[in-house]
């Protein structure tokens, strides 16, 4: 008669060590051999008792044990529920073995991880192949860099617009992300735009080299809509707008009837003389056609590259670029007599942009027909952050938002 299996005492140490089970070791492998026969040689409900008895083991059983039997249980399409759910909340080593192979881990089961799990087990799902788009929303709301980091980098997985919006909300603290952002093919201009501002040099560059599109086809198809609209006395909002965006006029001629200047041109060149100021930057931004606060961003920006785009949106000349850059007192040269790098850098950008294209840069920051309406943005809204724009539309607020928020309130 064979004799039931005894245990040891309660309280009583357990003889040897782990590496001496011998049963333990292959009693597990074949458990795990088991779990990985063919449908045809086992049913769901016995794989599943399987499974259950085989996570019993494995909470008792070495590190590993179970790393041998994560690599044993990877390649499966189908694996016991319970099993699965203990091995990728081990340690990331463990873990790890299913998160970087296992073909057969749904979305589900990586959203169950990431909530339960370290960090470390975040970057393994970050880093794994084909990573969905709303496995890399959860991985991106977490907001560590790394994470996110190694999410951009992963060139299989896949960004949701809303995923690529948080990101580029992240990548305002975390500057390094931006160059990952800019290699991936789900940014758009919208957010390229928005992220323009918190850039460094090499990246602004980038931006605009491949960002900075034209309008030609969209004039093309709505010429006659002008004469149109404009029968209608421009009363139509919508319109009115999506217009303004796609006309090849910058400046604010309205604006020139209200102007102590004669012109943008005569502005800038009495505005030199006198140095700029609060007032005289305001003057600028109306005549050019753009918010006062778009205007004052612009010209506030530390890199310069904004101011370029300004003046060849507005169609001015060269000289009227150093004349601007000379009322902000900006300077031109180094003590030694070199070109100052940012000066040589603004000179660049100016004249490396058609007229066209500076024009969609500008309008993108000015009314912003973005999809940037990102939850960080929305909540300086509803607290109140803007209150001094309170009478442009929600979308308005928002792009201005965007744009203030180096700017101060």
């Known amino acids: 008669m064979t004799q039931p299996l005894s245990s040891p005492q309660d309280g009583a140490p357990e003889a040897g060590s782990d590496s001496t089970w011998k049963a333990r070791h292959a009693l597990l492998k074949r458990l795990a051999d088991v779990v990985s026969l063919p449908t045809s040689r086992i049913n769901a409900f016995e794989r599943a008792v399987t499974g259950d008895l085989l996570v019993e083991m494995a909470r008792l059983a070495t590190p590993s044990d179970r790393m041998k039997m994560a690599h044993r249980l990877a390649p499966l399409s189908e694996l016991p529920n319970g099993l699965m759910r203990l091995l990728l909340r081990d340690e990331p080593a463990v873990a790890g073995v299913l998160i970087e192979n296992c073909a057969g881990l749904t979305d589900a089961d990586l959203l169950s991880c990431a909530r339960d799990t370290s960090h470390d087990h975040h970057?393994?799902?970050?880093?794994?192949?084909?990573?969905s788009e709303v496995v890399s929303e959860v991985l991106i709301e977490g907001?560590?860099?790394?994470?996110?980091?190694?999410?951009?980098?992963?060139?299989?997985?896949?960004?949701?617009?809303?995923?690529?919006?948080?990101?580029?909300?992240l990548s305002r603290n975390q500057p390094k992300l931006c160059e990952h952002l800019l290699r991936r093919p789900e940014l758009r201009p919208s957010g390229a735009y928005v992220m323009f501002w918190w850039c460094n040099a090499q990246d602004r560059r980038t931006i605009l080299q491949r960002f900075a599109v034209s309008r030609e086809v969209m004039q093309e198809v709505s010429e006659d809509i002008f004469a149109l609209a404009a029968a209608e006395g421009w009363q139509d909002p919508v319109s009115r707008k999506a217009l303004q965006f796609i006309e090849r006029r910058q400046r604010n001629r309205g604006a020139i009837d209200k102007s102590p200047y004669d012109s943008l041109e005569d502005a800038i060149v009495q505005i030199e003389r006198a140095g700029m100021g609060r007032e005289s930057a305001a003057e600028i931004a109306y005549l050019s056609g753009v918010k006062p606060l778009t205007g004052a961003k612009i010209l506030g920006d530390p890199g310069g590259e904004p101011v370029a785009i300004l003046c060849k949106a507005t169609g001015l000349d060269r000289q009227y670029l150093t004349a601007l850059w000379r009322s902000m007192k900006r300077p031109e040269t180094l003590p030694d007599g070199r070109v100052d790098p940012t000066w040589e850098r603004v000179q660049t950008t100016f004249e490396m942009l058609a007229v066209d294209r500076a024009q969609t840069v500008l309008r993108y920051w000015n009314w912003s027909l973005t999809s940037a309406m990102?939850?960080?943005?929305?909540?300086?809204?509803?607290?109140?952050?803007?209150?001094?724009?309170?009478?442009?539309?929600?979308?308005?607020r928002t792009a201005m938002m965007a744009l203030a928020q180096d700017f101060g309130r």
């Open 143 to 169: 907001a560590h860099a790394d994470v996110v980091e190694a999410l951009l980098r992963n060139t299989t997985a896949r960004l949701s617009q809303t995923a690529i919006e948080m990101a580029v909300a």
């Open 374 to 396: 990102t939850p960080a943005l929305l909540k300086a809204i509803r607290d109140g952050e803007v209150d001094e724009v309170d009478e442009y539309s929600m979308p308005e």
């Open 123 to 131: 970057i393994l799902i970050a880093a794994r192949r084909g990573v």
